[in-house]
């Protein structure tokens, strides 16, 4: 380890191998540091939060604080952060709420822009971007390689299916399916997020039937009952195609239209 002698780090932390935490650091009781990962600046990690191995922290950083939430009453909750995760510079991670299971978890291989918020109770995927200044409010799911824009707020309790996009600026107040893009104030859709699945290597024969479903639920002025009654009968049930409508049928807040 490669603790530096102005940190300050409790006797109750848990401190993986080959662990470096710089200057003035603060490290509280009942934190979990994985092995290798890097700690910057007056980084603040409070108690009952878990990293993983191979993350880095950036300078001023605050991670694993009290939830904002009027709610909250001191119960024990916790903040778990994956393998490979980035945060950047004064990014803001809370802990969970009894309420609301009481844990916060960030996926693998985030990246978490300067300035950005994750609120209490959210869960992220693997491999989720938030830019600078995204906002997570409590409750918030966001699935596998979602990327949020700049400066966008998501609403509570909303959900992100897995491959969408988010643009910078954007207000979120209702469910973004799977594989779309998703922008504006308030948040519209406005098709496939066809680069960002061609990266990861979606055969064209899955966009071209998730873009068969797309049209058939978001412009044929179909109620989303029938329009999922007509994608069930005339495209191809591909594994995209079934992730796609069993995420829209189970909405809980509503689709973004």
């Not at 699935?143 to 966008?152: F, R, T, Y």
């Not at 998730?210 to 191809?236: D, P």
Request: with cysteine; glycine share 12%.
């Amino acid at each position: 380890m490669a603790i530096h002698p102005t940190a300050i780090v409790d006797a109750g932390a848990e401190i993986g191998d080959n662990v470096e935490i710089g200057p003035f650091a603060i490290i509280k009781d009942n934190v979990c540091i994985g092995a290798r990962t890097r700690i910057g600046a007056y980084v603040m990690i409070d108690h009952y939060t878990e990293i993983g191995p191979d993350c880095v922290i950036y300078p001023y950083a605050a991670v694993g604080g009290d939830p904002q939430d009027l709610k909250f009453r001191g119960e024990k909750s916790w903040l778990k952060v994956g393998r490979k995760t980035i945060i950047r510079e004064f990014a803001t991670l809370h802990r969970g709420t009894g309420l609301g299971g009481g844990l916060t978890s960030v996926g693998e291989e985030n990246l978490l822009m300067a300035y950005c918020h994750v609120a209490h109770d959210c869960h992220t995927g693997k491999a989720v971007i938030l830019s600078n200044n995204a906002t997570l409010a409590g409750h918030v799911t966001l699935g596998d390689h979602v990327i949020v824009g700049g400066l966008a707020a998501v609403h509570q309790f909303v959900k992100v299916g897995n491959h969408a996009y988010i643009g910078g600026k954007s207000a979120v107040v209702k469910d973004i399916p799977p594989y779309v893009i998703a922008s504006g104030d308030r948040a519209t859709l406005h098709g496939l997020n066809k680069v960002g699945l061609r990266r990861r290597e979606f055969p064209e024969e899955s966009l071209k039937h998730l873009k068969q479903a797309y049209r058939i639920l978001f412009r044929y002025g179909l109620t989303l009952k029938e329009g999922i009654e007509r994608v069930r009968a005339s495209v191809e049930p591909t594994p995209e195609v079934s992730a796609f409508i069993d995420f829209i049928k189970n909405s809980d807040r509503g689709i973004t239209r």
